[in-house]
Each structure stands twice: as C-alpha cells, then as structure tokens.
T-cell receptor
C-alpha cells in the first residue's frame, strides 16, 4: 500500500497483560514517530526514530513502554503490564528525514479492561 | 514547557456559517501546521506556515500565522458538513526543528449541521 499502515486496528486487553502494536511506514521514509491520542484530544509525542535508532524517547510515559524499529522500516511499540490509563489511540507517522510533512496511519485503538 | 492552546475546544454550527479557530502559545515557533482528523483515521496535513504574518488559502479555508510567530488562526468560510472533524495545530518544539518532532494543541472539534 501507499500509506502508513498499523495493526491491529483495535486491541482489547486485560490489565496487566503485554501488548505489541505494529507500524509499517511509507517505503523510503527514514523518520518514524509514535504518538498517543486520548479521546477527542490532541496528540502526545512518544518516541521518534531516525533509521533504526531512537534519538528522542522523551515522550515515553514510563519504563513499561518501549519501541524498536528494524531494517529501517517496521516499528513495534510494546506496552508491558498494561494499565487502564494506557487506553488510547496509538498513532504512527512517517516522513522523509528533514521534511516537515508527516503521514499518519489510522491508529490502533487500545482498550485496557 | 511549550504549549499550544486551541480555542474553542468544540464548535457546532449550521451549514453556511463562518468560523474561526485559534491556536495560541507564549513561545515562538519556526513553523506551524494545521491538521484535520476524521473519526477512525489519522490526522492529515492541511497547511504549513513559516513566515510571520503569512496567510495561506486552501479553497474556503484561510490560515494565518501571527506576526510574532506565536499564534495562528484557521478561518472557514461558508462551512459545509464535509468540514466536520477534529482540527489540530502543531509545531516543532525548540531544538527539534530538524527532527520533525511535533507538539500538538488539544484540538477543536467542529460539527457542521446540514
């Protein structure tokens, strides 16, 4: 596909379980971003990748959150021991390095019961 | 902490009315972007403004960047139901202009009734 894809689109989990969210960026985009969005609110920056390295992890809320990117392409955001406050839409975006236009995926809606 | 504050947070109007959404900050930004997001989708970039005082038009949408580059506005003329959505302003925080990292306002939910 031509756009950013994310999977799953919806994830319901029980408190205390681990979850993995996947992002497939646009081919050739070297920069990749993860954001979190609460219902009807703005986006909260989580982490940014340049290639496979993450120069800026400042937005990760706690050490239960981690992310990796392999092959300069696919990225996985992992949340360990999920809590109810982790419930949100997790959005991924990608761009060419140095360009201001970010292209967003449709997001993964995470619900922690 | 650099913040972008949007107002109003929610706006419900009739088709054909005009409206303005504001994005304000106490910080100066090198550029500012406006996005529109529909339910179940990611935000889509509408415009990027860079120069203080700059005005850009996109059909019935007019975007303005404040002279001091601390604020911006989005004006919609003769709103249509298709304009319904969440409007977000965003800007790169200081020291991050080369990374593409963005901070976002909390958004303005616009509902245009037919």
């Amino acid at each position: 596909g031509a756009g950013v894809s994310q999977s799953p689109s919806n994830k319901v989990t029980e408190k205390g379980k681990d979850v993995e969210l996947r992002c497939d960026p646009i081919s050739g985009h070297t920069a990749l971003y993860w954001y979190r969005q609460s219902l009807g609110q703005g986006l909260e920056f989580l982490i940014y990748f340049q290639g496979n390295s993450a120069p800026d992890k400042s937005g990760l809320p706690s050490d239960r959150f981690s992310a990796e990117r392999t092959g300069g392409s696919v990225s996985t955001l992992t949340i360990q021991r999920t809590q109810q406050e982790d419930s949100a839409v997790y959005l991924c975006a990608s761009s060419f390095l140095g360009q201001s236009t970010q292209y967003f995926g449709p997001g993964t809606r995470l619900t922690v019961l | 902490t650099q913040l972008l504050e949007q107002s109003p947070q929610f706006l419900s109007i009739q088709e054909g009315e005009n409206l303005t959404v504001y994005c304000n900050s106490s910080s100066v930004f090198s550029s500012l972007q406006w996005y529109r997001q529909e339910p179940g989708e990611g935000p889509v970039l509408l415009v990027t403004v860079v120069t203080g005082g700059e005005v850009k038009k996109l059909k019935r949408l007019t975007f303005q960047f404040g002279d001091a580059r601390k604020d911006s506005s989005l004006h919609i003329t003769a709103a249509q139901p298709g304009d319904t959505g969440l409007y977000l302003c965003a800007a790169p925080p200081h020291g991050s202009s080369n990374t593409g990292k963005l901070i976002f306002g909390q958004g303005t939910t616009l509902q245009v009734k037919p």
